[in-house]
């Protein structure tokens, strides 16, 4: 992972995050796990979750930093599709209904609850019976 990110200005960088943490006091704590975006050598974009700690010495002067990376591109990607897939959902021009294996439905897009006039509350969590007929089937 750290031979494909080009960071720039690291030593710059480096020494603001320290600033930030001496200001903020956060000497002795974790600081909040951040998601940022960085640039790989071949142009790509990879997601990386950061987490740091500062360790100090008994003044409190910062003496190093300790943290973790984790490359969380493929987390990123399927929250995304999931974010597109709940817009089309939502979006739909039918009626959609969402059960599980037992008929007992999870999920009524805004379609069908307009149409049929339930709100999703008066939906799911009920199972479902549906007689299903054909045209010319009768």
């Known amino acids: ?11 710059e960088t480096a020494g603001e995050f320290g600033a930030l943490l001496r200001e903020s006091e956060l000497v002795k704590t ?20 950061e987490s740091v700690r500062a360790i100090a010495d008994d003044r409190g002067k910062i003496q190093q930093l300790e943290g973790v990376t984790q490359d969380i591109s493929d ?8 974010k597109l897939a709940a817009a089309v959902f939502d979006a739909a021009g039918n009626g959609i209904l969402v059960t599980d294996k037992r008929n007992i439905i999870q999920a009524a897009n805004p379609t069908f609850t307009e149409a049929t006039g339930y709100t ?3 939906l799911i969590g009920r199972v479902i019976s549906l007689e299903v ?6």
Do not use: F, K
């Open 120 to 122: 999703p509350e008066d």
């Open 30 to 49: 974790r600081l909040p796990a951040h998601n940022i975006a960085l640039r790989r050598r071949d142009g790509g974009t990879i997601w990386v979750c």
């Open 75 to 82: 987390r990123r990607r399927a929250r995304d599709e999931l």
């Open 1 to 11: 992972l750290s031979q494909e990110i080009h960071r720039l200005e690291w030593e």
């Open 133 to 138: 007929s054909c045209p010319g089937s009768l």
